[in-house]
Nanobody, 123 residues
């Protein structure tokens, strides 16, 4: 079992930056690839970014490439999502997830999920 807790969301203006954090506990953190997803009301949860177990490879959804950076600290069981140049369309609840499968985009490939943190970007 792996428990995940997100933090760092909030209300910001367009063009601002935020860093989301996800703290993991309860299992061997570096056994899991990690991902960030986001969801808006009435829509499916969508992939944002992912990172391999070692942190050596990352993947990003096209709309966030060049603006968002995923990273992890295996010594402290943390994963981060640095979000720069935020846009109103980035407004969503952001979730971190852990997957034993490896680097993947589909939510079904992830085994554990946090409760989410709200990010709201005003125009």
């Amino acid at each position: 079992q792996l428990q995940l807790v997100e933090s760092g969301g909030g209300l910001v203006q367009a063009g601002d930056s935020l860093r989301l954090s996800c703290a993991a506990s309860g299992s061997t953190f570096n056994s899991y690839a990690m991902g960030w997803f986001r969801q808006t009301p009435g829509k499916e949860r969508r992939f944002v970014a992912a990172i391999t177990k070692s942190g050596g490879i990352t993947d990003y959804e096209d709309s966030v490439k060049g603006r968002f950076t995923i990273s992890r600290d295996n010594a402290n069981n943390m994963v981060y999502l640095r979000m720069n140049s935020l846009k109103p369309e980035d407004t969503a609840v952001y979730y971190c997830a852990a997957g034993a499968y490896g680097l993947a985009r589909p939510p079904v490939q992830y085994d554990y999920w946090g409760q989410g943190t709200q990010v709201t970007v005003s125009a």
